[in-house]
């Protein structure tokens, strides 16, 4: 294992941000925390990097702690660490040296890094002309500068325009494949199941599941039928309930929610009971089983609301 993490606890005043954190990501791997704003991604990445003090538990890069294990790591924070009037090149020397790369070393590397992200031929330009996305892609190579074992992504494609987000995509697969290993945070479900092949679903500071993105799908095995109803459902229930493939159902005001492992076969039967009852439907969605579905059914939130 690359990455341990064991029993990691922060609080901020009253605020559990993290609270008992375990899990690991193993050599290799593109590990992804997964969760809502607020869940404990940054506050976890910001323990790892050694930025953030934990009140409890343990870090170990390669089995070892502390400033050695940090030397092994890069980290790209959401905030971007960037000075406007430097070049990019300029920005990735002033960061290399602070690594203690040698002037040979650091030219090859900066090259390296600027191919990666897509910058060479932008590399003499001040930083604030950069676009948004251009300035995501550089702070991206400012934490590969010193070749790191383990890179740390918070939320790398938050705010990125598409061609950006593409070329970040790229980018970590191709260094993936070169070997590094990867601990990437999001609240996009996409970009988790794309990437990651194990994933930490996390909510309010606690994994509530664990697994690759198939693995949790497939344990779930539920999507959901979601519909606007105009009058709560009475006796008309009993009679989803028994529908062919319906797991179960739940009603809020004005919403009825129906778990189902094939949503779209579930539709036309349900729609008819609804029809014969005279009740109007006035929103249909269908959540097929994914992620999504069993974030919301863990959680009984959606991974988009806030906490
Ligand atoms: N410096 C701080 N002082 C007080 N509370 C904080 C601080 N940093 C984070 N928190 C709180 O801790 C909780 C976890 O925050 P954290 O930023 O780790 O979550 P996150 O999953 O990364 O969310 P986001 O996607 O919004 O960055 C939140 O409730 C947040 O408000």
């Known amino acids: 294992m690359l990455l341990e993490v064991c029993n990691l606890y922060r609080r901020y005043g009253e605020r559990e941000a993290v609270a008992g954190l375990s899990f690991g990501v193993e050599s290799g791997e593109i590990f992804g925390l997964l969760g809502p704003n607020g869940a404990g991604k940054s506050s976890t990445l910001g323990m790892i990097a050694g930025l953030i003090r934990p009140d409890a538990g343990s870090i170990r890069v390669a089995g070892i702690a502390g400033e050695r294990a940090r030397e092994r790591i890069g980290f790209v924070p959401q905030a971007l660490a960037l000075y406007p009037a430097l070049t990019a090149c300029e920005n990735l020397t002033f960061w290399g040296e602070i690594y203690g790369l040698k002037r040979h070393q650091l030219q ?175 929103s249909v969605q269908l959540v097929e089983p994914s992620l999504e579905a069993v974030f919301l059914q863990l959680t009984g939130r959606s991974l988009r609301d806030e906490p």
């Open 108 to 282: 090859e590397r900066i090259r390296a890094v600027l191919d990666l992200v897509g910058l060479s031929e932008r590399s003499q330009e001040p930083v604030a002309r950069f676009s948004g996305g251009m300035q995501r892609r550089l702070n991206l190579a400012i934490g590969l500068i010193h070749q790191p074992q383990l890179l740390l992504l918070d939320e790398p494609t938050v705010g990125v325009d598409p061609q950006s987000r593409n070329r970040i995509f790229e980018g970590i697969e191709q260094l993936n494949r070169e070997g590094l290993s990867i601990l990437y945070t999001s609240h996009q479900l996409g970009e988790v199941e794309q990437l990651c092949h194990r994933v930490a679903v996390l909510d309010r500071g606690r994994i509530i599941a664990q697994g690759s993105p198939a693995e949790l799908v497939a344990r779930s095995g539920q999507g959901l039928v979601v519909l606007g109803v105009s009058a709560p459902l009475e006796e008309q229930l009993a009679r989803l309930v028994v529908l062919p493939d319906v797991l179960n159902v739940q009603q809020a005001p004005g919403q009825v929610t129906i778990a189902t492992a094939r949503p779209q076969q579930v539709l036309a039967p349900v729609l008819e009971v609804l029809n014969k009852a005279g009740l109007a439907v006035q």
